[in-house]
């Protein structure tokens, strides 16, 4: 697979190439539930976020409890492990990396002293000021001989769960308030103590964080899909800037930033589940909305409507709807295929072995097709996708992204590949169309998409498509692997990212001849 953007890690350690940023928490409070097992039901519900590692913390006032391993949540946690993680209240983490090892020491929660306990952290984002953070534990603390930078963790979390620990006497509340703004780039934070759950969104509120009620307590989450699945009600959003607690007393409030809304638009898009809502807009709504803008800017002469399954299915709907050219199902998709597998042999690559898509030739053969994705980043995917219906007997293959082209790389945890590698960089659609094998493609226009959310354009975060960063980023050489001792050749180097790019879903399906150069050549 074709790495992230190196400039999305915070590699602080030399030799150290693990996984970097986090994708979905959970945090619960709830005396007399059994947390963990809720904890687990609302993880396999953000397992969208994050297929590699994953991990659940407990509490039961007195002492922390912490589990985690790498595969899928169902994977990681059995019957007789959630029995052990005891408690009232619990953080949960799964995430997501693209390079180098993903290993168990960048796994989360991560676990840090403090100067009145114990922090058990779960973060979702991509920091952009690492660099400064790490010389903050350095003037504070000297070089880690201890806790998770001593263990190998090389994350932005490792850092911010090492300033959590603060002075003796001081409790994690007011350690965190002092340190929060001083936390650059995209953050969700959900952590604890022995006593209290935390959460905490940065002021721009890049990544969506939700406050739920359950029955005896209280759930913050990614997406509202955990709380519907943990049977808690949603009651709102944690804002920009917002940082909360929640005891036996109830939930507290206070800012730590005045808040300054971008919420990425590509949640929206791509990252998000279907039935999640963001900023009071149901992403399935905004999807299907973006289908139909599509299709009254860029109509088709076709037969089908088809979605690349499964992200491009809202939209398809509403490209059909508008169009009036009938939808169906031109792909069969494996479900029970996760994101690893049996890697196939040279020869059975070579047979264009298809484990997690197939098309169906009796729905394609003869058909004028509109095909419709959430977008495009290397091209390979679509290339691999336009072969398939090719092989299935369609006449003519028109590609309909639901998206504009993406042109800049993510800082704030989205797995896009480098600049360099997105095929949209530098080539015109007609060479991305050629590129791909469509007979031709089109994307939808930004103020198309952004319409779609309902949302002011001022309030939303396009960079991946405009090149425009509301956080601001530091210099190049405050950016990427080895920040402290990287040589001049590491500016290149592919890192990770956070949340899994739109490439990922479908990258089983790609053979020897769909992974060229990706840009427009």
Known sequence: MTRGDGKLSHDLLPGEKGPQDACGVLGIWAPGEEVAKLTYYGLYSLQHRGQESAGIATSDGKRISVYKDMGLVSQVFDESTLNTLTGHMAVGHCRYSTTGSSNWANAQPTLGATGSGTVALAHNGNLTNSAELYEMVLEKYGVPTAGEMAQGNTSDTALVTTLLQGVEGRSLEETAMELLPKVLGAFCFV??????????????????LVLGRLETGWVVASEGAALATMGASFIREIEPGEFIAIDEEGVRSQRFAPATPAGCVFEYVYLARPDATIAGRSVYEAR???????????HADADLVIPVPESGTPAAIGYAEESGIPFAHGFVKNAYVGRTFIQPSETLRKLGIRLKLNALESVIRGKRIVVVDDSIVRGNTQRAVVRMLKEAGATEIHVKISSPPVRWPCFYGIDFASRAELIANGAAVDEIAKSIGADSLAYITEDGMIDATLQPRERLCTACFTGTYPIELPSSDRLGKNLLERTKTDDATPSNGCEPGPDSELESILTDKDRTASNGS
Do not use: I, S
């Open 191 to 208: 952590f604890m103590d022995e006593r209290t759950l935390y959460a905490a969104r940065d002021a721009h509120g890049v990544r969506p």
């Open 288 to 298: 299907v909305e973006m289908g139909r803008q599509l299709a009254r800017e860029n």
